[in-house]
């Protein structure tokens, strides 16, 4: 019986939390920045440099599309879409990142890369399901940056670019997959540049299952995490409170802090409703991540945040509606942009 491999997401993102810990530590050793250049040869795998130049444009895209909603001026005007393009050009020659904000994006993407190798079906399905979701999509402009597997995916894109609103397209990316995708470009051969310099446990990375079998591969532990008993608090240990629940709370006071210093000075700006600060891939991402792909519930959640008097009651509101019940990780990078949403809402009133 043929077997399916599917990515061991536990694995992947602690891998990716020390690749990208091992690369920038190593980068940053000498300079402060790191540039765009610099960005596109940072490790031998093109895929990955590609995947992090494609999250930054991305980014430039949200920012952008929150700027052309000030209703005070007329963004179909022909010069100032000429200008918007100049300026946009001007500042991918000007990209100078510090280590504390390429961090999460070489981290991002390097799960991102590693789903690609592993499952390529479902990283390209969800892909072109966000991009048909934008207000702008660009769909053929995916093969600037997706290299892996490119001709099983292409006929989706290009019968997406002709029919976008169609949803025959998922059944073009599935016979693309069925008459092009070679076990050729397997996981092994497309990250072996990316486990030279670290290694990859191939037998965590990937589970294996069939119709009628459980994933053989054992659970994930991180290294050393024997260690952990020792951290545990008493309390605990004598089971007044499991220990995995130690860390699904919000510290309000610092994420303040947080947020309020200097290293996030750029996160601030008033918003009146939290919706206004959220970007296309934002949206996508928390109701997937947060809210079990259920944008009704997280309409919900956002009204009733909407509605909290203060930073703290709005935490307060998470901590106890949100965090137990939908089983978030309160360090994830979704927690995390949620929160710094909330605190733009709420910053103002701190004045």
């Known amino acids: 019986m043929e077997r399916q491999r599917s990515l061991n997401t536990e694995y992947a993102a602690w891998y990716s939390r020390e690749f990208t810990q091992k690369v920038c530590n190593e980068f940053f050793e000498s300079t402060e920045t790191i540039s765009g250049e610099e960005i596109a040869t940072l490790t031998p795998c093109r895929q990955l440099n590609l995947m992090v130049i494609k999250s930054l444009f991305e980014s430039w895209q949200e920012q952008m599309d929150l700027l052309s909603r000030i209703p005070f001026f007329d963004f179909k005007d022909k010069k100032v879409i000429s200008a918007l393009e100049d300026f946009m050009n001007a500042l991918s020659r000007a990209i100078k990142i510090r280590q504390e904000d390429f ?143 130690r860390s699904l709370s919000i510290d309000p006071a610092l994420a303040w802090a947080r947020f309020e210093s200097e290293e996030h000075a750029y996160m601030k700006g008033s918003i009146e409703h939290i919706r206004e600060g959220m970007g296309i891939n934002q949206r996508i991402m928390f109701t997937k991540r947060l809210f079990q792909g259920n944008p009704d519930l997280m309409d919900q959640a956002l009204e009733e945040l909407d509605r909290t008097d203060s930073f703290f009651d709005a935490v307060s509101l998470m901590n106890s509606s949100f965090v137990n019940t939908l089983k978030w990780d309160v360090h994830s990078d979704e927690v995390q942009e949620l929160l710094q949403l909330v605190f733009r809402k709420f910053d103002e009133a701190s004045d």
């Open 103 to 245: 961090k999460p994006l070489l981290e991002r993407s390097m799960e991102k890369t590693l789903k690609l190798s592993v499952e390529p079906f479902s990283f390209m399905e969800e892909e072109l399901q966000e991009q048909a979701l934008k207000s702008s999509p660009d769909f053929k402009g995916l093969r600037k940056y997706l290299k892996w597997h490119a001709a099983s995916w292409q006929p989706a894109v290009d019968f997406l670019s002709e029919s976008p609103e169609s949803p025959a397209w998922r059944e073009k990316l599935l016979q693309g997959f069925d008459s092009h995708f070679s076990e050729e470009a397997s996981p092994e051969k497309l990250l072996a540049p990316i486990s030279a310099i670290m290694p990859i446990d191939m037998d965590q990375l990937i589970l294996w299952e069939s119709d009628t079998e459980a994933h053989t591969a054992r659970p994930f532990n991180e290294p050393n995490e024997d260690n952990l008993e020792k951290a545990v608090p008493a309390d605990e240990e004598a089971g007044e409170a499991p220990s995995d629940e």
